[in-house]
């Protein structure tokens, strides 16, 4: 991978969205610390490849997105943070979901790096699954804190993020989303998402 440091709006943007993360993770530590829930441990998987890509972001561009590997390790994401609600507050379904979640990055990882067509089915489905997870949980669940609905948007923002930038890296177009217009909204789209994430999760810590 060739270094192509990003200092730029976009890079201050990825830091910050680097640091949010990693409140999060020290902040879901410490409740695991105490608690040793499982759930925890797919929050923190989920925000520290988070960190992790925006740090890849700020060193090697956004070319590195054309990576399979970058793409199948950032699938982990989502499905790490649908993962710890379904833990979380719908234990009943928590297997069938983690094997839905296991098959689904082991199908994006297969078609990603294999370069199959499948590629374009595959990374919309279950990152659009996890999307739609994060999403609507927080907004229905009764048991949830008050203010938990800022997870939901979160869940929304890397929802559409996501599958844009699928599409983009699959050779087609989301709607209106360029190429262009993705690049454009991506660092700040990570931020605010990353932001939603924290005045969701903090009604919970």
Same mark, same amino acid.
């Given at each position: 991978?060739?270094?192509?440091?990003?200092?730029?709006?976009?890079?201050?943007?990825?830091?910050?969205?680097?640091?949010?993360?990693?409140?999060?993770?020290?902040?879901?530590?410490?409740?695991?610390?105490?608690?040793?829930?499982?759930?925890?441990?797919?929050?923190?998987?989920?925000?520290?490849?988070?960190?992790?890509?925006?740090?890849?972001?700020?060193?090697?561009?956004?070319?590195?997105? +054309?990576? /399979?590997?970058?793409?199948? %390790? #950032?699938? *982990? &994401?989502?499905? =790490?943070?649908?993962?710890? @609600?379904?833990?979380?507050?719908?234990?009943?379904?928590?297997?069938?979901?983690?094997?839905?979640?296991?098959?689904?990055?082991?199908?994006?990882?297969?078609?990603?790096?294999?370069?199959?067509?499948?590629?374009?089915? +595959?990374? /919309?489905?279950?990152?659009? %699954? #996890?999307? *739609? &997870?994060?999403? =609507?949980?927080?907004?229905? @669940?009764?048991?949830?804190?008050?203010?938990?609905?800022?997870?939901?948007?979160?869940?929304?923002?890397?929802?559409?993020?996501?599958?844009?930038?699928?599409?983009?890296?699959?050779?087609?177009?989301?709607?209106?989303?360029?190429?262009?217009?993705?690049?454009?909204?991506?660092?700040?789209?990570?931020?605010?998402?990353?932001?939603?994430?924290?005045?969701?999760?903090?009604?919970?810590?």
């Amino acid at each position: 991978m060739k270094l192509d440091l990003m200092l730029n709006f976009d890079g201050l943007v990825l830091l910050l969205t680097g640091l949010t993360a990693i409140y999060l993770i020290w902040r879901f530590y410490s409740r695991y610390s105490k608690e040793k829930a499982r759930h925890d441990i797919y929050y923190m998987m989920g925000f520290v490849v988070l960190l992790v890509s925006g740090l890849l972001l700020i060193f090697f561009g956004w070319g590195i997105l +054309a990576s /399979p590997y970058v793409l199948t %390790v #950032a699938t *982990l &994401i989502p499905l =790490g943070i649908s993962m710890g @609600l379904m833990h979380q507050f719908v234990p009943a379904y928590k297997k069938a979901y983690s094997w839905f979640a296991l098959v689904g990055l082991l199908a994006i990882a297969v078609t990603s790096i294999g370069g199959m067509s499948l590629k374009s089915i +595959a990374v /919309p489905v279950f990152h659009g %699954v #996890a999307g *739609l &997870i994060i999403f =609507g949980l927080p907004l229905f @669940l009764k048991d949830a804190p008050k203010g938990f609905w800022w997870v939901g948007v979160g869940g929304l923002l890397i929802g559409i993020g996501g599958i844009a930038l699928a599409f983009l890296v699959s050779g087609s177009q989301l709607l209106f989303f360029s190429g262009e217009f993705v690049f454009a909204i991506l660092a700040p789209l990570l931020l605010l998402m990353s932001l939603a994430f924290a005045l969701g999760f903090m009604k919970d810590l």
